[in-house]
């Protein structure tokens, strides 16, 4: 008599031969034992490749739904439904093949039940491949009162091998007293996994709910995971934990879409457990939970377009390298720190989202790259910036440093107390602000702002630096052009540096030491020392609108002075003031442009080249309160102008003729007429205004 579930010939083709294989369908049918996967059919064995399709169904009643047993690889193609039955404790597989196998579902494939512990879906014992269209899903744990069991994995990969997810994959759930929920992918020896369906943990029993989901993945020793595509981003692993690394070996995880823990914020998305690990985040994804990374790396890519995340140093952490790939444009939201041990690097583009913070601190290490582009870093505390390529926007605080290599660009950066910007040969800074840190420049700084208790120092070229407050030094080899000093700051020319174009403003002073060039300063109300020594021949020193021009030295001072006038002043260090001793006098020179004053005291004597048209009685001489002589040009009582009377022309020129009634003299703009007549042999010259005119006069010589 023939076995009750004998497939009726109709439905069941049996001993077909494919390619010279023998294969087996079950259609139309529902099997409700054990199916053994051979290599002949001999019912309930049949034979490999098996295809059950969607009219057909294997239930068994006890023991695994199909078993490979020992005979080798085996090959089953599912449209139908396939679940295991019950062990003698636990619940059984849908599938399990002992040597190797291939799945490709499209149906659907359960663990069994009435056990203890859930049972998975899928069992491969020896690795192999699964291709899923359909649903793959681990049995319940069994409900014993105050113990509940454990949920079956939907699949159990105990050698290598690989799963393409299209559908859903998900573990069982824990039984209701505390049980844990399955895991959805158990990777036990490597292998890959690539997802673009759902791939979930069993939830845990809802008693009290205190028992944990199962995780999405576990990955025992390694692997490769890709979730989701970069056309595809409806991609979904989930858990306890979404994806758990495990070993030493390498893990790499590519997420274009969505990695979640079931408990949120509360819970774990990714956790790696070595330093070989990577997880690499494409634009558009997203991870809902924490992330331990296990000293690995973790990667910002740009397959999926701009990409934002947030808690880098609080919600993800433990990570060696933290890398923004080149092309990849990446906002981090929130604060986000990079500390002790990790290394940001920016090789692509890289800014803090509105109103957050990236701060890289305590021994944290960024790194822009010759084509990376940051903004906006912070860095402090023991932190350190290395730019190759173009940053702006960042503050760097106390104990943090900013490098500027050969190529770079630094925008922006505003560097506080305790903090310092260098900029190396080559490299270049842009409008920087020194708010009590340091700026050390071997190649370009422009537009540099320095505040008080902030120093700039220059060993390459500086253009356009505004000391608010601050000091600037320009050592040996450095170049300053074009520098500012308003009031509290201070321009330091050190031996073998030079300055061009500074302007030095009330409340201001620029010191130029020995050895050192100075060129085209303009003193505007502050104080310019040059000591002994310094190189300023031929050098222009101008006045606009008062200031102090110290010369330490006066006696070997080469430079010129233009502009000199009230309420301008020279004070000549090297020259003593006595009183009644010390001399001054001007003469001018042949082109009536210039002249050279001269201010004498004892064996000491000053020259001075001043450009511009002067007398001697312009000269007041007083002691500047250290030994030395000031010489200013004071203002007129009452706000008028200082005459010229005639001991001051010496020796006067002659008139061609006789000098009689009738002849003229020529008061010049500005003349003040008085009662003095000129004779023969005279001119007459004043400087005030005849009568109250200003055009050129001319009266009748007496």
């Known amino acids: 008599m023939a076995h009750a579930n004998v497939p009726d010939p109709a439905q069941t083709e049996q001993a077909k031969t494919i390619g010279g294989l023998a294969m087996s369908m079950i259609n139309g049918k529902t099997i409700t034992q054990t199916v053994t996967l051979g290599a002949v059919n001999s019912y309930p064995t049949f034979a490999s490749p098996l295809t059950i399709t969607s009219t057909g169904a294997i239930y068994a009643g006890r023991g695994n739904g199909i078993d490979g047993g020992v005979t080798g690889h085996g090959s089953i193609d599912n449209a139908g439904k396939i679940g295991g039955g019950y062990g003698s404790y636990n619940g059984a597989a849908g599938i399990l093949l002992s040597v190797g196998g291939s799945i490709t579902n499209s149906g659907a494939i359960t663990g069994g039940g009435d056990g203890y512990a859930g049972a998975a879906g899928i069992v491969l014992l020896a690795g192999g491949g699964i291709a899923n269209s359909g649903a793959i899903t681990g049995s319940p744990g069994g409900d014993v009162v105050g113990n509940g ?3 079956g994995g939907g699949i159990v990969l105990s050698g290598s091998g690989s799963v393409v997810n299209l559908g859903e994959i998900q573990g069982g759930a824990g039984g209701y007293y505390f049980g ?3 895991t959805g992918i158990v990777l036990a020896t490597g292998g890959s996994i690539a997802n673009i369906g759902i791939i979930a943990g069993g939830l845990g029993g809802s008693y009290a709910d205190s028992a944990p989901d199962g995780a999405g993945l576990v990955l025992s020793a390694g692997g490769v995971v890709t979730n989701g595509s970069a056309g595809d981003t409806t991609a979904l692993i989930t858990g306890g934990i979404g994806i758990q690394a495990l070993g ?8 274009f879409a969505t990695i979640a823990s079931t408990n949120r914020t509360g819970g774990t998305a990714v956790s790696f457990s070595n330093a070989k690990s990577v997880l690499v985040i494409e634009g558009g994804s997203r991870l809902v939970g924490k992330v331990v990374g296990g000293g690995g790396t973790l990667d910002l890519a740009g397959g999926g377009g701009p990409g934002t995340l947030s808690g880098l140093g609080s919600e993800v952490t433990g990570f060696a390298q933290v890398s923004v790939l080149a092309g990849a444009d990446w906002t981090l939201g929130g604060n986000n720190t990079i500390g002790s041990g990790t290394t940001l690097t920016a090789a692509g583009r890289l800014a803090p989202g509105s109103g957050g913070l990236i701060a890289v601190v305590s021994g944290g290490v960024a790194i822009v790259p010759a084509d990376g582009v940051a903004t906006g870093i912070t860095v402090t505390a023991a932190g350190s910036e290395t730019v190759f390529g173009r940053t702006s926007g960042g503050t760097v605080s106390s104990g943090g440093r900013q490098i500027v290599r050969a190529g770079a660009v630094a925008i922006g950066a505003s560097v506080k107390l305790g903090g310092d910007q260098t900029v190396s040969s080559g490299g270049t800074a842009r409008a920087t602000v020194v708010s009590g840190g ?12 320095v505040y008080g208790g902030g120093t700039q120092n220059v060993h390459g070229t500086t253009r356009g630096t505004a000391l608010n407050g601050g000091t600037e030094y320009v050592s040996s080899g450095g170049t300053a052009s074009g520098t500012t000093v308003n009031s509290g700051g201070r321009e330091v020319v050190s031996s ?8 030095v403003d009330s409340g201001g002073k620029e010191i130029v030491y020995a050895g050192d060039t100075t060129n085209a300063t303009t003193i505007s109300g502050g104080l310019v020392e040059v000591m002994s020594g310094a190189y300023v021949s031929g050098r222009l020193f101008t006045f606009s609108g008062g200031g102090t021009l110290q010369l330490d030295r006066s006696v070997y001072f080469k430079g010129q002075i233009a502009g000199f006038g009230p309420p301008d002043q020279l004070d000549l260090r090297d020259i003593a003031f006595v009183s009644g001793t010390t001399t001054v006098s001007f003469a001018e020179a042949a082109s009536h442009t210039s002249g050279t004053l001269t201010v004498a005291s004892g064996a000491h004597t000053s020259k001075l080249t001043l450009l511009g048209s002067y007398v001697t009685s312009q000269f007041t001489l007083t002691s500047d309160g250290h030994g030395g002589t ?9 706000g008028g102008t200082a005459q010229t009377t005639f001991a001051d022309i010496a020796p006067a020129r ?18 003040i007429a008085t009662n003095e ?26």
Not at 438 to 449: F, M, N, Q
Not at 677 to 702: F, K, N, V, Y
């Open 496 to 503: 073998g540096g030079a300055a061009k174009g500074t302007i």
């Open 654 to 671: 002659s008139l061609s003729g006789a000098v009689s009634p009738g002849n003229r003299a020529t008061f010049l703009p500005g003349a």
């Open 248 to 255: 030493t070996r390498v893990t790499t995880v590519t997420n």
């Open 149 to 151: 069991g454990p949920g």
């Open 180 to 182: 844990a929920g399955g």
């Open 630 to 638: 000031l010489v200013t040009d004071p203002p007129v009582a009452g």
């Open 438 to 449: 340091a700026e050390y420049v071997r190649g370009t700084a422009s537009g540099t702002i």
């Open 677 to 702: 007549q000129s004779h023969a042999g005279q001119i007459l010259l004043a400087t005030g205004p005849p009568e109250g005119r200003m055009a050129p006069t001319t009266i009748p010589c007496s």
